[in-house]
């Protein structure tokens, strides 16, 4: 039962209620994936459908199928216009529709993860904040819970901060609360928190994995991203001793390691004996894991990302995926050929922090090849964007091998990915290489 005090039942009311404060015109913050509040997001997009507000504009990383179904529904997007700071599925159908049918589609801001919060507050000035949070502490704080991210650091300056209370989520420290003084409408609405379905792995997935898996020391500290090549990487590790974890994203791999006591987190420097992370996606029982666990703390993103405090710890070791590699090692993570997939996210972040680590390093993990096989990974000129540039790759690992490309020069460079590459696709690219050499 919720300890409710004079000032919780003055903040407590319906979702309809609480949605009827934000003003035409609002910056709202909406909170990252699993946080993501569902009585305030059907109850939004209700208003917004009868023309209740209007010219708001919706800022968020990661939106989920809950996000798809309300507040972005085609029909609300005059009304409630999408700014995505990373593109889910969500985002990529949204785009094609709009290529297809001439919708309007989902702005993106390319920012990193770590600039998130300072960018939502004092660049672009939201001033409503909607999350989930679990149900107040002995001090009447809530814990943020699953996303503590940017949430944490734009609630002291919005007007509004409109939180649903959440039975499910679960409370990951004292480092992710907000006080009670910092809400402004409270809405309960108890609702088993979103699961991330685990993705089947391919046997792709495990050859990379033992390859990265051999590349990671005793007493390393790790950052992994989601799916199913870190998921067969965590796996992998299950004979290694004294890691550590700090990650922007925490998942039931990295907890299976902490349960193993593979991950004892003694070898670190920042916050030793502690696994940290800023956001955290999984199913029930990997919720229930976080939940109140002295041994696994959530942080803002602005402290867990930053690189200065990455780099403090020995050994520190980033795992990040990628869309496609050039052969110069310059690494695109965003989109392609003029199609946005994701966004940068903290790749960056981490690798630069992980390279300035005391024997840290940073390791970009991919399949050779995509779209069923027809096209390479490793290519002679990116389609998109740079997310990581070629000065900051140090090693790059596909089921075929790996490249380590510090100290090596560009045409040592360009052997070593070819040499990574799925075997159909390095005639033509030593070609693409020769050419590029000759200036043809």
Known sequence: MIRATAAYRKRLMSADRAV????????????????????????????????GIDGASLYYLLSTSLAGRTVLRRELRHRLRPMSLFH??????????????????????????SRVPRMLRDEVGVDTLITQVAPPDENGDFSLGT??????GVAGSCARVIVEV???????????????????????????????????????????????????????????????????????????RHLGVHSELMTPGLA??????????????????????????????????LDGNPDAEAHPVDYVNDFAVIARNP?????????EVDLHGACNSEGMNGRQFSAAGGQLDFVRGAGASEGGRSIIACH??????TLSRIVPRLSGPVTTPRNDVHIVVTEFGVADLRGKSLVERRRA?????????????????????SGS
């Open 166 to 240: 959440n039975r499910h989520m679960p409370r990951t420290g004292r480092h992710g609360t907000i006080p009670l003084s910092a809400v402004t409408a409270i809405v309960e609405h108890d609702q088993p928190l979103p699961e991330m379905p685990s993705t089947p792995r391919r046997p792709e997935d495990e050859a990379i994995a033992a390859l990265v898996a051999g590349l990671i020391d005793d007493g390393a500290c790790l950052q992994m991203g989601i799916g199913a090549v870190p998921e067969a990487v965590c796996a992998a590790l299950h004979g290694h």
């Open 315 to 323: 050994k520190m070791t980033s795992i990040n995926a990628t869309l």
């Open 368 to 373: 050779s090849t995509a779209a069923g096989g």
């Open 147 to 152: 996303n503590v991210d940017y949430a944490h």
């Open 256 to 289: 299976s390691l902490m349960q193993a006591g593979v991950v004892d987190n003694s070898r670190k420097r920042e916050r030793p004996g502690r696994t940290v992370f800023t956001f955290a996606m999984g199913d029930g029982g990997f919720y229930r894991f």
């Open 417 to 437: 990915l070819i040499a990574i590459a799925h075997p159909k696709f390095r005639d033509e690219l030593t070609a693409a290489s020769d050419a590029r050499r």
């Open 88 to 113: 889910s599925a969500v985002e990529r159908a949204i785009d094609r529709d709009a290529a297809e049918k001439g919708d309007p589609d989902v702005d993106l801001i390319p920012v990193a993860f």
């Open 20 to 51: 009827a404060s934000i003003p035409d015109g609002a910056r709202i913050c909406m909170a990252l994936g699993v946080a993501q509040p569902p009585a305030i997001l059907h109850a939004l997009a209700a208003r917004a459908e009868a023309g």
